[in-house]
T-cell receptor
Framework: KAGVTQTPRYLIKTRGQQVTLSCSPISGHRSVSWYQQTPGQGLQFLFEYFSETQRNKGNFPGRFSGRQFSNSRSEMNVSTLELGDSALYLC???????????????FGPGTRLTVL | AQTVTQSQPEMSVQEAETVTLSCTYDTSESNYYLFWYKQPPSRQMILVIRQEAYKQQNATENRFSVNFQKAAKSFSLKISDSQLGDTAMYFCASLTGANSKLTFGKGITLSVRP
C-alpha cells in the first residue's frame, strides 16, 4: 500500500497570504489528523476528520481550518499567515472506528511552510 | 487531559549496544494506547511500536521492545543491537479511546556512534 502523501513538500509565503495544504491518506483509511511541529512548541494537534466531519479540534485560532472529501483526502487551510505559522505540518491517517488498529496513526512526509 | 513527559533531551549509544529511552505519561482514561515514533533527519515520522493499555504483555518489534509499567505510568523503549540508521529523534505519544488526538512528548535525540 502506498503511504500517506502530502503536497506540496515545501512552501514559501509572505505574511497576510493564505495557504492550502493537501493530504492523501493510506488507501482504506478514513480518518485524517493534522499536526503542527515547531522547535519551540513541539508537536501540536490541529484537527481530525472522519467521514468528512471534524471530530476533534486542537487549540488553534480560527485562521486554521480543514476539510475532508468523500475519498478521505483532506486539505488544511491557513488564512492571513503570520510569521509564527512557519512550521512543519504533518498529516496522519488511521483506519478509523471498527477497523483493526483503528486509532494507529501513520504519518506523511510533511509540508515545510515558511512565512516571510 | 493527557500529558507525556520525556525528560532526557538527548542520548548517545555505541553501535551494536543497547539503549533505553524513558517516557512517563498521565491520563485519567482507562482505555488508551501508547506509541513510540521515530523522526530521522528526513523528518518523516515513522511508527516504531504501539502498546494497548489493557494488554499486560510488553510489545516487541524486532530489535525494539517496550517496558510498560501501568501502575507507574511508565513506557520506556529499548533498542537492542543499535544501528547507525537508528539515529533520529524519538517521540513517545499517547492516545485515548475517547478521541483520536495524539499527545506527544518533547522527544529525545538519539545518536548512534560507529
Amino acid at each position: 500500500k502506498a503511504g500517506v502523501t502530502q503536497t506540496p513538500r515545501y512552501l514559501i509565503k509572505t505574511r497576510g497570504q493564505q495557504v492550502t495544504l493537501s493530504c492523501s491518506p493510506i488507501s482504506g483509511h478514513r480518518s485524517v489528523s493534522w499536526y503542527q511541529q515547531t522547535p519551540g512548541q513541539g508537536l501540536q494537534f490541529l484537527f481530525e476528520y472522519f467521514s468528512e466531519t471534524q471530530r476533534n479540534k486542537g487549540n488553534f485560532p480560527g485562521r486554521f481550518s480543514g476539510r475532508q472529501f468523500s475519498n478521505s483526502r483532506s486539505e488544511m487551510n491557513v488564512s492571513t499567515l503570520e510569521l509564527g505559522d512557519s512550521a512543519l505540518y504533518l498529516c496522519a491517517s488511521s483506519p478509523g472506528p471498527g477497523q483493526l488498529f483503528a486509532d494507529t496513526q501513520y504519518f506523511g512526509p510533511g509540508t515545510r511552510l515558511t512565512v516571510l | 487531559a493527557q500529558t507525556v513527559t520525556q525528560s532526557q533531551p538527548e542520548m548517545s549509544v555505541q553501535e551494536a549496544e543497547t539503549v533505553t529511552l524513558s517516557c512517563t505519561y498521565d491520563t485519567s482514561e482507562s482505555n488508551y494506547y501508547l506509541f513510540w515514533y521515530k523522526q530521522p533527519p528526513s523528518r518523516q515520522m515513522i511508527l516504531v511500536i504501539r502498546q494497548e493499555a489493557y494488554k499486560q504483555q510488553n510489545a516487541t518489534e524486532n530489535r525494539f521492545s517496550v517496558n510498560f509499567q501501568k501502575a507507574a505510568k511508565s513506557f520506556s523503549l529499548k533498542i537492542s543491537d543499535s544501528q547507525l540508521g537508528d539515529t533520529a529523534m524519538y517521540f513517545c505519544a499517547s492516545l485515548t479511546g475517547a478521541n483520536s488526538k495524539l499527545t506527544f512528548g518533547k522527544g529525545i535525540t538519539l545518536s548512534v556512534r560507529p
